[in-house]
């Protein structure tokens, strides 16, 4: 199989299922910010060592080509063509139980802090940033059409997550936060 198949040319895209929509479409636009956010969550696992870390994002990235496989097939819901683009509402509660345990390591946070300090932390601090506009992307396409609430929930966990990730590797690495 080829990668170039020349029938994105003219600006178009295949959606599962066949239908034919413009590059720039809100499902296309859903998609991709998911799949960006995916490539930056690799980002930021290739700058991590600690191994229950990079376990948890490479969780979360195979939950987000779920949710990218969710989004891009307008059949309706894709489990029932295949198992991996299931995402159970146990997923969102998994991400709570994380940010719980690693809130508990962290200091109380009393004021906003500038995204950044050590490599991994600036890392999942653009992770962040691109979850949010993900989860834009997906409310915008919500206004259209039928978008699990699983995946809306998903992703507002998720950035939360990222934040509290962000915030661990920094004080691991013994970088202080420095307050807005």
Known sequence: MKIYTRTGDGGE??????RRVRKHARRVEAY???DELNAYLGFARAGLSD???V????????DLFAIGTQ????????AARTEKAVLAEARVAD??????????????????????GCEAGARLHLARTVCRRA???????AEEEEVSP????????LSDLLFVLARLANQRAGVAEIPW
């Open 13 to 18: 895209t295949g959606l599962l299922g066949g």
């Open 32 to 34: 991709g910010a998911v």
């Open 51 to 53: 191994a229950d870390l």
């Open 55 to 62: 376990s948890l994002l490479t969780a979360i990235q195979r």
């Open 71 to 78: 989004v891009s097939d307008v059949r309706g819901p894709a």
């Open 95 to 116: 991400l709570e139980q994380a940010i719980d345990r690693v809130q508990a390591e962290l200091a109380p946070l009393t004021q906003f802090i500038l995204p950044g």
């Open 135 to 141: 989860e834009r992307r997906i409310v915008a396409l």
């Open 150 to 157: 699983v995946t809306l929930a998903y992703l507002n966990r």
